[in-house]
């Protein structure tokens, strides 16, 4: 092999290693930031570690909502209508949230079991849910009045 041809090699060799590396850290990125769309059913069905952020979908337990004495600590509870997961959330909720009303909550799960959210999404309107709670919803056998469509 001449000079020429082993440098060359040694290029093409260097730039495989730099766009595998390179590739590695792109794919470990966006997996470490997907926030992957849970209902409270597959939450208590799976064992997710404390801590990973992920989206909480589903309804809001009628009365369930309680408001902290001071501050703007809220507590509610998401159900789907098979499991129900307790939500605690420091802010100040939209002005469409109330109770029986779909919601997604974006957080992690603490190692009590409490999901700590630190942002709350409510419907846009009376006839409108998200698509991931109302096929959240519908999988879970939870009756469901209203259009479901965008």
Known sequence: MTPTRKKRLAMVVIILLVLG??????VWSLNQNLLYFQSPSQVAEQALPPGRD???????????VARAEEGLVVEFVVTDGQAEIPVAFD??????????????AIGALDVQG???????????????MPPEVADALREAGHPMGGSEEN
């Open 21 to 26: 590396a390179a590739a590695v850290v792109t």
């Open 54 to 64: 992920f989206r909480l979908g589903g309804l809001v337990k009628a009365g369930s």
């Open 91 to 104: 802010g100040i909720l939209p002005d469409l949230f109330q109770e029986g009303q779909g919601v997604i």
């Open 114 to 128: 409490t999901f700590q959210a630190h942002e709350v999404l409510a419907k846009h309107d009376e006839n409108y």
